[in-house]
């Protein structure tokens, strides 16, 4: 693979490459163009920050009309485990939710907490349908019974950034996702 970042050093494989990517969010577009062919109001919304560089991606290859939105959130953790509360730092700030068919975007799935918490959030607000969509999920590594609508692909239980997929802020912007080196995360700590 030619050189497209000085973080390429930091990668230790890549996990999925940009055409591989493109691949995913074809087809994923392809379903949701299809499955959504009827609806009024499609919104497509992005959960900050991870989901950005696939949301944009897939936005751009849906032929149906949609709206797009964002929301924010974090889960808590003390020391290295995770209290399962999230927190919403960025609401959804709409009057037509009951009108809307909802798409949340992410770029990865984990435990399933923050799905899990938002699906009900927004069914809760009145949200005229719920599904979910996301590129990465790491099933081995669930916490709660939870199961996307939409998967890209399933990937093991690996360190991963790029494509939207942080490291303390960074990798965000390679263009494939890769599996960091352990030296990177151990020593940083
Ligand atoms: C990641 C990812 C999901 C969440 C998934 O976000 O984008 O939102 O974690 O984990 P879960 O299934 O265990 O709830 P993160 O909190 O790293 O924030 P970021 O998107 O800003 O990087």
């Known amino acids: 693979m030619a050189l497209s970042s000085v973080w390429d050093r930091d ?7 940009r055409v591989e990517i493109d691949h995913l969010t074809t087809r994923i577009a392809a379903l949701l163009d299809r499955d959504y062919a009827k609806a009024e109001r499609v919104l497509l919304l992005g959960i900050l920050k991870g989901s950005v ?20 959130v974090s889960s808590y953790t003390s ?36 799905l899990s918490y938002l699906v009900d959030y927004l069914k809760l607000n009145g949200a005229h349908s719920v599904r979910t969509c996301t590129l990465l999920d790491k099933p081995s590594r669930r916490v709660v ?18 494509y939207g997929l942080d490291y303390a802020e960074q990798y965000r912007t390679l263009p494939y996702i890769g599996i960091l080196k352990p030296e990177i995360y151990t020593k940083k700590k």
């Open 11 to 17: 990668i230790e494989r890549v996990l999925l490459s």
């Open 53 to 72: 560089v696939f949301m944009g991606d897939l936005m751009k290859k849906m032929t149906i009309p949609v709206e797009i939105d964002f929301m924010k």
């Open 79 to 114: 020391g290295t485990e995770s209290s399962g509360r999230i927190n919403i730092l960025l609401d959804l700030n709409r009057r037509d939710l009951s009108m809307c068919d909802v798409i949340v975007i992410e770029d990865i799935i984990d435990s399933g907490r923050t």
């Open 145 to 162: 019974d939870f199961t996307p609508d939409y998967v890209g692909t399933l990937i093991p239980d690996e360190f991963v950034v790029g």
